[in-house]
């Protein structure tokens, strides 16, 4: 192996050091104060206030390799390019420098020998064409043009491919994409992205965020010129190594290994699955795909697991759920039917202890997880056997009553085996040709197509990406918040912590760490605490601390892990000295308590096991 992907992503952090960078550990799977997504998607994400304005304690120049998972192409996982999860390098600059230094120092580190020393020849970049909203990109080709780009290696492409927005609001500003040629041998003399994209892939897309957009799509000057850049390192280190997929790099090698171990089915090598193969009834190419699965998502479920997330019927855990179960159902598509993704898992908690620690701290809690979620779904198997043959019965009665003999079962009764009792299409047919009898998987691909586009549509907002709401609504809540933590800790306890929050401006959603149901009496208290607080009308005071300092003084913080070396701790002190709440954060929070109404607990229920959920709004 020439490049491993842990050279990469040390060589990426190393060089930004060396551009007065601060590197800033990655932040949760799991969004603190964005309830627009499922996940952190991208590496800006956790960053947005500071792309708004706010100051970041580690400067104006960061970097780090942030933690990510999108789930909109989850079908599409084992193919050459989809992966659940994957890791975002990026570099930022919070109005410091902007299109040169950005330009000039990406193409140092993709060509210098020291850094990657790719060969210049094999590159080209995409710039913004211009329109309506904006102008033309020149300044970013001239740049381009400058570090020695030929002219016929840049394309001049439109909003869809080369402007950049986190949602329908928000900052936004032209990108320019840099491309790596993955045709046969060297370039074809004049190709380019523009006339020949299916030769190039994308491999770092840098951001100039100079707009912010309004709700009525207008847009106007950021208060500063901001840098965003990502850089997939599943993807270069593919690149680097000249394979077509990540698959086929040390990210994967050792988990497809110790399936191969388990199952005795060995990974096809060299083998390409694109769009125009991915249904393929190939035997390979079948195997290929399920083994990827199965590594795919296991390396997903670690890293979920290690943030808190776990299986459920609900929103994180409801994916965390989803993918463990599809990572079965491949193994039994390998002819394994017995207990084994933690020996998978154990493979993925090795190469990530070191990079991520939490992964290390938790693998036995992840091991766990697992193994509880995978027994579980054995004996959902088991129940949905039990459907089968009660549908097999079902047949026989029919034929008794009409002498009429079934021989197909429809596309209805196999979507609901499926749907309702997590039972898989193949195994459905498998047992029905062993019985003689066929299965509509034309009806039954469509009733699923119809469910995959009702869940699409539903899901759409929570997985397309987005801002954290910074309205006043918004961030009153998330003010709220504080106060509620620290209520439940007078009325219950210092073991309470915060687990998880979603904040909309209608509401918040608060999880936190205790065992029992509140009783009405601690809810009145807890309530009773958050109002007093608002009533004191005590004022925002921001410091900036030493992170162990913060946390030995006792300031109250989840997900410390996350934090950069120096943090940002928020408290409201009233005019009598009593401190309200003192808490490591990195939201908005409203400038004093008497600016948030009246603080009511709508309802309190179980999240998941040993974690409990308040749901409660703000009053005028």
């Not at 949602?167 to 320019?176: E, N, S, V, Y």
């Not at 309205?471 to 439940?488: P, V």
């Not at 070396?565 to 003192?582: E, I, L, P």
Request: proline share 4%.
């Amino acid at each position: 192996m020439k490049h491993t992907s842990s050279d990469i992503r040390k060589k990426f952090l190393e060089f930004w050091e060396t551009k007065q960078h601060s590197i800033i550990p990655s932040s949760s799977l799991v969004p603190e104060n964005d309830p627009s997504v499922l996940f952190n998607t991208a590496g800006m994400q956790p960053l947005v206030p500071y792309l708004l304005g706010e100051t970041h304690p580690s400067g104006t120049r960061l970097s780090n390799a942030q933690k990510c998972i999108r789930t909109t192409d989850l079908d599409e996982v084992g193919d050459d390019t989809h992966l659940t999860f994957f890791e975002m390098l990026g570099n930022w600059s919070l109005g410091d420098y902007f299109k040169e230094e950005s330009i000039k120092w990406s193409w140092e580190f993709l060509t210098d020998p020291k850094w990657l020393g790719l060969d210049p020849n094999m590159i080209a970049v995409t710039v913004f064409e211009g329109d309506e909203s904006a102008p033309r990109d020149e300044q970013a080709a001239a740049i381009w043009k400058l570090v020695g780009m030929p002219e016929d290696r840049i394309s001049y492409l439109g909003a869809d491919d080369n402007w950049w927005a986190a949602g329908d609001t928000g900052p936004c500003g032209p990108d320019t994409e840099i491309f790596y040629w993955v045709g046969q041998g060297k370039p074809i003399p004049g190709s380019n992205v523009g006339n020949d994209e299916h030769n190039w892939m994308e491999i770092w897309n840098n951001v100039f965020m100079e707009y912010k957009r309004n709700k009525d799509g207008s847009l106007e000057a950021l208060p500063a010129q901001n840098v965003d850049t990502g850089m997939g390192l599943e993807r270069i280190t593919a690149t680097l190594n000249g394979v077509k997929s990540a698959y086929d790099t040390d990210i994967f090698q050792g988990m497809l290994s110790k399936i191969t171990d388990i199952t005795g089915v060995k990974y096809p090598e060299n083998i390409f699955i694109n769009e125009l193969n991915f249904h393929s009834e190939d035997e390979l190419i079948q195997r290929a795909k399920s083994m990827r699965i199965v590594a795919d998502h296991v390396r997903t479920s670690v890293l979920l697991i290690s943030d808190g997330v776990l299986p459920s019927n609900m929103d994180q855990g409801y994916i965390l759920r989803r993918i463990l179960r599809r990572a079965i159902r491949e193994m039994h598509k390998l002819g394994f039917t017995d207990t084994c993704l933690t020996d998978i898992a154990q493979v993925s908690i090795t190469h990530f202890e070191n990079i991520y620690p939490l992964v290390g701290e938790k693998s036995q809690h992840i091991l766990e997880e697992i193994f509880k979620e995978e027994e579980k779904f054995q004996k959902t198997i088991t129940s949905g056997l039990r459907e089968f043959d009660k549908l097999l019965s079902g047949f026989e009665k029919a034929f008794e009553h009409t002498g009429r003999k079934t021989t197909e079962i429809s596309g209805k009764q196999s979507f609901k085996l499926y749907d309702t009792y997590g039972f898989p299409i193949e195994m459905t047919v498998e047992l029905a040709a062993e019985h003689g009898l066929s299965v509509d998987t034309d009806a039954f691909e469509k009733a699923f197509a119809e469910h995959q586009e009702k869940s699409r549509s539903a899901s759409e907002g929570k997985f397309k990406g987005g801002l954290a709401d910074d309205g006043e609504e918004t961030t009153n809540l998330h003010t709220a918040t504080h106060l509620l933590l620290a209520g439940l800790r007078e009325v219950l306890g210092d073991h309470v912590h915060q687990a998880g929050s979603n904040i909309t401006p209608e509401r918040l959603r608060f999880d936190f760490n205790h065992g029992d149901k509140l009783t009405d009496e601690q809810k009145q208290a807890v309530e009773a605490y958050v109002n007093e607080a608002i009533q004191s009308g005590a004022p925002q005071l921001l410091e900036e601390m030493d992170k162990n300092e913060a946390k030995e003084s006792g300031v109250e913080g989840s997900f410390w892990e996350k934090y950069p070396d120096t943090v940002k701790v928020y408290s409201f002190t009233d005019s009598t000295g009593k401190c309200w709440t003192k808490e490591l954060c990195g939201g908005p929070h409203a400038e004093k308590l008497s600016d948030l109404g009246i603080f009511k607990i709508k309802k309190e229920q179980s999240s998941s096991s040993g974690i409990r959920r308040i749901k409660a709004v703000l009053e005028k």
